[in-house]
């Protein structure tokens, strides 16, 4: 007996899926295609991942092993429900799993956010790591500017709106996103924060490397630091908790005033509106909160604005619907019961399965997406009995099938030539790598 199974989606979520089941203890083979709607592998990685956070890049490396090891065979440039359908997967698999993530911005509910200079961070971040799927160029016109939320996306998007240009080029950004950059007229960013600064989800690195931002003066209020008793718990109790009330404790002391840019972050700031016109932003208007002595935030009625011409919102990212496949449209996922799909009468869905984001929705490091496949793997293993049973197994007929359809897929050793043909494009620029952006650009390299 041997298992044919189909992955949808190269991230992290899916390849660590593939991983561990070509590991796991079980008495049948294995043979498992891995499909991904974009020309290169590694998801958010790759796609989400700041270009300045090279450490985090580099579970890359981690990934590439697993893939070159030859046993997952790969077809990038294929999206689910139109290059291949559900009904395509069962007449060639016995079981799908889901990994597409989350890459969408949950949305905001405050007038004026659908404004012009009133942005998704999801599409930011996909604009300056080189998504192929998004316009070249991006509005950079704002002097002043709002990031809404207090996660590590936030922080990403803040430092990249503030960071001086040079200070990213010894990294992977794709040239236009260098030139988009320099041409920012940029002198402040405002985070805004709706709870208090111990009740943030940002990390201590990721706090700590602002405050290295050269020339960058990092400006926080002395206002948001009345800490109530349940901040005061929090930093008993907890490490990284400390660690923010260090970091920003060491901030309230620093000499500012010398700096070209600030970076603010404001706390107990809860967004009620995107002031402006058709003509674009003028400014961020938002209800002062106090803190509820549990950790949570009550309105004080305090109303105030802030002048700026961009709004960016960084409060969670949300995941996206799948053709044939249950969805939970409140959360984001597909509904599952540890990474069995499950119907709306909340029974079992045979043969289909989910992990990472968009089995549990968009929180947590990317290590984390390990335990997660497990857990659906274990299952997959466990559910033989109930796999789909397909018409046309064999290893070639899927490849016939996207032949057919003149679906131009890209494969491993396509991978292999675009991450080339990328390092060699940085190297007479002293530079480890440049994207190659365009999709057409992306599959013309990979494809022989
Ligand atoms: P996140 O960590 O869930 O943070 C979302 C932020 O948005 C929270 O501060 C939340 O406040 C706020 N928020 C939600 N709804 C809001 C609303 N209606 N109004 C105002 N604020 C609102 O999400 P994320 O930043 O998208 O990050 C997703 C995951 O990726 C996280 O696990 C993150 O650590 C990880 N990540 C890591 C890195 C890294 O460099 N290590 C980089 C990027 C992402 P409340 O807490 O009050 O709900």
Redesign the pocket.
């Known amino acids: 007996m041997k298992l044919r199974l189909a992955i949808v989606g190269a991230g992290p979520a899916g390849v660590y899926a593939a991983d561990i089941l070509l590991k796991h203890e079980r008495s049948f083979d294995v043979s498992i295609d891995l499909f991904e709607q974009l020309p290169a592998p590694y998801g958010l990685v790759r796609y ?3 270009p300045d ?1 090279p450490r ?1 890049k580099g579970i890359i490396t981690a990934l590439r092993e697993v893939l070159d090891r030859g046993d997952i065979r790969i077809f990038g440039n294929v999206l689910y429900g139109r290059d291949i359908t559900l009904d395509d997967l069962k007449h060639h698999y016995h079981a799908v799993i889901f990994a597409t993530g989350a890459v969408r911005d ?1 949305s ?1 509910d405050i007038p004026g956010i659908d404004l012009p200079g009133s942005y998704g ?1 999801a599409e930011f971040v996909s604009w300056y790591d080189g998504h192929p799927d998004f316009p070249r160029t991006w509005p950079l016109e704002a002097e002043s500017v709002a990031v ?9 998007v803040a430092r990249i709106l503030a960071k001086h240009p040079e200070d990213l080029l010894p990294t992977e950004i794709p040239a236009n996103v260098y030139e988009g950059l320099q041409a920012s007229p940029v002198t402040d960013v405002h985070v805004f ?3 208090g600064p111990m ?5 201590p ?2 706090l700590r490397e602002l405050g290295e931002l050269r020339d960058v003066d990092m400006i926080v209020y002395d206002e948001d630091f009345d800490y109530d008793e349940a901040s005061r718990r929090a930093i008993e109790s907890n490490k990284q908790v400390l660690v923010i009330d260090r970091v920003l404790g060491q901030w309230r002391q620093r000499e500012v005033g010398a700096a070209s840019r600030r970076l603010h972050l404001h706390f107990y700031a ?2 009620l509106e995107v002031l402006g016109d058709e003509n674009g932003v003028t400014a961020f208007r938002y209800e002062r909160t106090e803190p509820d002595g549990e950790g949570g935030v009550r309105g004080t009625g305090e109303i105030r604005e802030v002048p700026v011409q961009a709004v960016y919102r ?4 949300f995941g996206s619907p799948l053709p044939g496949i249950p969805f939970d449209k409140k959360h984001g996922v597909i509904p599952n019961h540890e990474g069995q799909a499950l119907d709306k009468d909340n029974n079992i869905v045979p043969g289909v399965y989910a992990t990472g984001w968009i089995k549990r929705g ?4 990317i290590g984390h997406t390990k335990s997660d496949a497990m857990e659906t793997i274990s299952h997959l293993v466990k559910d033989q009995a109930s796999w789909w049973s397909p018409a046309e197994p064999d290893e070639d007929a899927v490849v016939r099938l996207l032949d057919e359809r003149g679906v131009e897929y890209t494969d491993l050793e396509g991978w292999h030539r675009l991450d080339a043909h990328e390092i060699a494009l940085g190297e007479p620029e002293g530079r480890a790598r440049i994207k190659v952006v365009p999709r057409d650009d992306m599959v013309r390299v990979s494809r022989p």
Do not use: C, M, S
Not at 148 to 156: F, H, P, Q, R, S
Not at 199 to 203: A, E, N, S, W
């Open positions: 989400g991942v700041a956070h985090i949950a905001l961070a809404v939320g207090n996660g590590n996306v936030a922080l990403d924060g709706r709870r009740q943030v989800k940002f990390t690195l990721e809860k967004p960084a409060i969670g990212y968009p929180v947590g490091l």
